[in-house]
């Protein structure tokens, strides 16, 4: 009997949740079919990684928005974590069930662009008529970006297929209760000897007051940020010694070339200042740092175990909503050239980052069954009025020209009052980054040191460059082949319509991308070759 | 073994196979056709995206010369010995369920060794990561609690192991000779759910005219275990063994999330899969990482084969 | 009997309609109502876009269409070929013979510049191992019959890269520069005159061969009009940068003023203004002096 009631029960609760979830379905159904003046309703989707709070806020704060000024139309994001964001994407555009915007970068490469999504220059060149009103009125949808709609170009394909909405930059974030509880003042460091006086300073207080606390939160992404950071911070001379005159970037094939020829290594004095650094800061972070992830770090700094952290600007609203304590933010002290044990290497800060470094890029798939209503969701985004919004909500940099940047964005807007970073010990590729990651223990744990990680690695560093410079020989080989055809069907299409501007133009712009990558593909066999010959190119 | 029918009287409601189509097909789909690709990318130069180039036997002359990946075969040989290890709590959480006298209270023990089982595995992970972690990590609350550090840094000391130190939390993911351990202690006291009923389902079906005759001859505790409990479940622990082999060469998983797609410092933690996984994902050679998958098939099936062949139950 | 209903017959004939002509969709000209003009401009663009099988496919098609022209095809057709996926040395030989064919057919027609010019690319680029030597004769014979052509003067550029990155002598090197720099002169598309004086100052930077003629490659290159901005910033920094080695002060000046007008956002910038600076001893505007930019109590 007993067991015949629980059985009713069971089977009732199961069919009330059913009942439940079909009555729901039925209404969000009829829900999104008519709007207020009962006109067919349009939904679009919004797919994007920006998991963190502020992003999430300021798209729910655009959507409202736009749907107050659009009543026929309701917007829906789909937050997908970062991690499996790059396989969902690939899925839904397969399978034609893509959603109506999409953030730009994770999973996607030129062929996915071409194939999926719609081209977007003639939208760049028309003006937005979101700007009417403001000073951008009339202009050009591309001339309304601080950075001229960079971050949403693709030059391999010769064509906008995104638009801008955000910037970003690293930082550092301080702990302000716990510096002033610590050293008596919010006055976050400023020089790098500062930071390193600020690290000592709380070691003492833990110990003194006994609590589990280190000066900065470290993971394998946080403290890679820093420690990567001060590293190029000692390889800017050693870089312009190694690249001829006026190239002030040095290609990675070009380093590999230097390493090989036995110009640099990591025992240069300049690698080993920076490696110095590295161990500097990293003995100031949790022990096996290397092996914690970013989520980790946070959660070590909103609990006040660290009193800094170095993360990007996207980390900002989420920081700044989950610590109980008020945050300070400053840039990456790096050392100064009148610093006497680092400065000899350096020659100052480094610039911050180009105009065209876009944190959020959208894009339009082709397979959207709202192609009208997406593009205008997107002008609105990309407008003056849509990105004060943006900004506003979400404390993130904006990309639109002419919004008033919001006091919490405000220190992260990038600087580029600074010089051009020196180099990384990552830059040959993920088998250099391999050995580098498999080693880090020697040069951050306890018991390592800049000799023992340099003996570590010494024998297989080079090895590494040569394997990465492989890969990429083949890799530059592919797009030069890929190039060639594509450029070729450019200049058909430009002979065959003189009368086409766009048509010379997308040649001419194919024609220079084509030729660069032909310039890296066969410096980068020589270096090969002179290394398979054991001769100096 | 079934009576063989005729031809004409299997194909008499030749219909109703149509209704395996679907299931036929959705293997097809989601098994097969996954795993012939491999086999048909093994052969090229792929990056993951539409360029590809076929190069022959190249990928699979280049594992011949692949360190990393002969190495870890080493890490994966100690891990398959250690899960053979811990292999014997849940034979004997079974064996005390199993000797229970009452009904209620074996239900109860099933119960709460299966309950863990709706954990999610992803979620163990996080907590055992969390678990490890050096400064807010329970285990290193626990050895200083308990004095256990101490003790340890005394043992290292007397054996110069350099990895147990005074004043500095031990990095337990972070030392090298700390990987192979932590990866060892991951999951204690090794109850596995699996495992606990796969061995008490052995156990219940040996009848109890068995346990009569040996308590007759007088047999104690530890004798009825191996005398009988043992050899009767041997199939059951065979059939284990085999799952855990294969389960062990397959997953990176908790590799991947305690140590990074790298197998954490000195690579002491890579594994075959981890190797995989890392040139598909981090180096782009989704071609070569197709070979190396190839090849860990055949190990398997080859190792699969061998057991079934050579390793035998006599009851 | 468990028969097969109509309905359920139908619906998986729908699922299998749907999926073929889902691939169809993917691989396959669809196009519609365009005309044959239009349609093989369709293929190109699709060309143009890395969508190369869909391409190759679409040119297939066009074969035999009334109004398509044959020659015009069987290019577009062999140059997709060569990218065709998965990439086959079978696709190579196949696409090289079309465009042998087409050069046979007619040696002086539009067609034969993009066939003879692609049939120096397969030897350059296509082949494994490369044959540079044939590549250079191709090139060269381009070069001489099609004067002022694009596609012909684009073989000008490629000859820089595999004369001057072999593996020769500094005073080898320095004849072929030479011998370069007259067939360079007898160029006459801007397109191909910049791109050859952009490999040959390039060439000359990476070579350590002279940055006096590396300054006046990259001059001539500017003068053509560079227009896709990473190029022009990356040449702009180096005649700047060139010129004020050169002691060409007014050289340097207008180009590092140009840069931090036309890029004041860039990571080099900055470096530029200090260079200004120091050449001109004025300060340059909005160019503080690098340090943390520190905000606090957010």
Redesign the interface.
């Known amino acids: 009997m007993r067991e015949r009631i629980l059985n009713t029960i069971g089977i009732g609760l199961l069919a009330v949740c059913f009942l439940i979830a079909i009555a729901r379905i039925v209404f969000i159904r009829f829900q999104s079919k008519s709007s207020v003046d009962g006109s067919k309703v349009v939904e679009l989707r919004i797919a994007h990684w920006q998991l963190e709070n502020g992003p999430r806020a300021a798209f729910e704060a655009l959507a409202n928005e736009y749907s107050r000024r659009h009543p026929n139309v309701r917007i829906t994001q789909i937050p997908i974590p970062e991690r499996i964001y790059g396989n969902w994407l690939v899925t839904q555009l397969v399978g034609g069930t893509p959603p109506d915007l999409i953030q730009l970068g994770i999973g996607m490469n030129d062929e996915r662009l071409a194939r999926f999504f719609t081209p977007l220059s003639e939208l760049a060149d028309r003006p937005n008529p979101y700007n009417d009103g403001t000073p951008f009125e009339g202009k050009p949808l591309r001339d309304t970006f601080a950075d001229g709609m960079q971050g949403g170009y693709y030059p391999n394909l010769v064509e906008f297929y995104g638009v801008p909405i955000s910037g970003k930059s690293f930082r550092m974030f301080y702990n302000l209760d716990l510096l002033r509880e610590i050293t008596g003042s919010e006055r976050v460091p400023q020089t790098y000897d500062e930071l390193i006086a600020l690290c000592k300073r709380t070691q003492e207080y833990a110990a003194e007051k006994h609590v589990r606390m280190v000066p900065i939160a470290g993971s394998k992404y946080n403290g890679g940020i820093l420690m990567q950071a001060l590293f190029t911070s000692q390889t800017q001379k050693l870089r312009e010694r190694l690249t001829p005159t006026g190239m002030l970037v040095t290609p990675a094939s070009m380093l590999a070339d230097r390493l090989l020829h036995k110009q640099w290594s990591l025992d240069t004095p300049d690698a080993k200042s920076g490696l110095t650094l590295m161990r500097e800061v990293a003995q100031y972070m949790q022990p096996g740092f290397m092996q914690l992830l970013r989520d980790d770090a946070m959660l070590l700094f909103v609990q006040r175990g660290a009193v800094m952290i170095t993360t990007g600007s996207w980390d900002a609203t989420s920081i700044r909503q989950e610590s109980p304590f008020r945050i300070g933010v400053g840039s990456i002290p790096y050392p100064a050239p009148d610093h006497p044990v680092y400065g000899r290497f350096t020659y100052g800060s480094i610039a911050d980052a180009e105009g065209s470094n876009a944190g959020t890029v959208l894009g339009i798939p082709r397979d959207t069954k709202h192609p009208e209503e997406t593009r205008d969701f997107l002008q609105f985004l990309g407008s003056v009025p849509g990105g004060q919004i943006w900004t506003d909500r979400s404390g993130w940099i904006p990309s639109v020209m002419g919004t008033k940047t919001s006091p919490d964005a405000a220190p992260f807007l990038p600087n580029p009052n600074g010089y051009v970073a020196g180099f990384s010990y990552l830059e040959g590729g993920a088998d250099v980054g391999g050995i580098v990651d498999s080693n880090m223990h020697n040069l951050v744990s306890s018991y390592g040191s800049v000799d023992r990680f340099i003996a570590a690695t010494s024998k297989s560093y080079e090895r590494a460059w040569v394997s990465d410079l492989q890969r990429n020989r083949r890799a530059q080989a592919d797009i030069v082949q890929r190039s060639d055809t594509q450029v070729a069907s450019f200049l058909w299409l430009a002979r065959k319509h003189p009368e086409n501007a766009e048509a010379q133009h997308k040649a001419d712009i194919a024609l220079q991308g084509a030729d660069a990558s032909e310039r890296t593909l066969i410096y980068t066999n020589m270096v090969l070759n002179s290394k398979a010959n054991n001769t100096a190119p | 073994m079934p009576a063989a029918i005729s031809k004409r009287k299997a194909l008499y ?1 030749w ?2 196979y ?2 395996l189509v679907p299931s036929l097909l959705l293997i097809g789909i989601f098994s097969y056709a996954p795993a012939f690709s491999t086999v048909y990318h093994s052969f ?2 792929w ?1 993951g ?6 190069i022959g036997l190249a990928n699979f002359k280049n594992i011949l010369a692949d360190k990393v990946f002969w190495n870890s075969f080493v890490t994966i040989g100690i891990l398959v010995l250690a899960n053979m290890v811990k292999m014997v709590p849940s034979i004997f959480m079974a064996v005390c369920i199993h000797r229970l006298k009452s009904e209620r209270w074996q239900y109860n023990y099933r119960v709460l060794v299966v309950l863990p089982m709706i954990v999610p595995s992803l979620v163990v992970l996080f907590i055992w990561k969390f678990f490890f ?4 990590g329970v285990l290193n609350h626990f050895l200083d609690a308990t004095g256990i550090k101490g003790f340890l840094v005394d043992l290292d000391k007397l054996f110069h192991w ?1 990895v147990f ?1 005074a004043d ?9 000779g700390l990987i192979i351990p932590s990866l060892i202690i991951w999951g204690f006291p090794w109850i596995g759910a699996v495992g606990v009923l796969i061995y008490l389902a052995g156990l219940q079906s040996i009848g109890t005219e068995v346990y009569e005759a040996a308590q007759l001859d007088g047999v104690n505790s530890l004798q009825k275990f191996w005398c009988i409990e043992f050899p009767l479940i041997m199939t059951q622990v065979r059939i284990s063994l085999v799952l855990l082999v294969i389960g062990t060469l397959q997953s990176y998983g908790l590799q991947y999330l ?3 797609g ?6 002491k933690g890579m594994v075959p899969g981890l190797w995989m996984f ?1 040139k598909a994902f ?4 989704f071609g070569y990482a197709c070979a190396l998958g190839l090849f860990l098939f055949v190990f398997i099936l080859t190792l699969t084969y061998l057991n079934n062949r050579y390793v035998r139950v006599d009851k | 009997m468990f028969p097969l209903h109509l309905p359920t017959r139908h619906l998986f004939a729908c699922v299998c309609a749907a999926v073929f002509a889902h691939g169809l969709n993917l691989c396959a000209a669809s196009e519609t109502g365009a005309t044959p003009s239009e349609e093989i401009d369709q293929a190109w663009e699709k060309g143009a876009t890395f969508r190369f099988n869909e391409a190759n496919v679409h040119f297939g098609k066009l074969a035999g269409k009334p109004g398509i022209a044959e020659r015009e095809r069987l290019l577009g057709e062999a140059i997709t070929l060569l990218n065709r996926q998965p990439r086959a040395q079978s696709n190579i030989t196949e696409a090289g013979a079309i465009f042998e064919k087409l050069v046979r057919e007619n040696d002086s027609d539009t067609i034969a510049v993009f066939a003879q010019y692609f049939i120096g690319r397969i030897e350059q680029v296509f082949l494994d191992p490369p044959n540079y030597e044939a590549a250079r004769r191709v090139y060269r014979d381009l070069l001489a019959r099609f004067p002022g052509d694009v596609v012909a003067e684009r073989a000008a550029s490629h000859l820089v890269l595999l004369d001057l990155y072999e593996d020769v002598s500094k005073e080898e090197r320095l004849k072929r520069l030479a011998s370069l720099e007259t067939l360079g002169n007898s160029l006459n598309t801007s397109m191909g005159k910049r791109e050859f004086h952009i490999n040959a100052g390039q060439a000359c930077l990476d070579l350590d061969i002279s940055d006096e003629k590396a300054l006046e490659h990259f001059l001539l290159a500017d003068k053509e009009g560079i227009t896709r901005w990473q190029t022009e910033m990356a040449a702009w920094v180096i005649i700047a940068e060139l010129a004020r080695t050169e002691n060409k002060r007014e050289v340097a000046i207008e180009y590092y003023k140009r840069i931090i007008a036309k890029y004041p956002s860039n990571i080099r910038t900055f470096t530029m203004k200090k260079r200004l600076e120091s050449l001109t001893g004025t300060t340059v505007n909005g160019s503080p002096a690098p340090g943390p930019a520190v905000v606090s109590g957010i």
Not at chain 2, 282 to 285: L, N, S
């Open positions: 409601e219909k109703i149509l209704f090229f130069r990056s995206g539409d360029a590809k180039e076929f972690d050096p400064t807010q350099g130190f500095v939390p031990i990095a337990w993911l972070g030392t090298p305690l140590l990074g790298n197998g954490g410092p000195g690579q890392s981090a180096a782009g050679e």
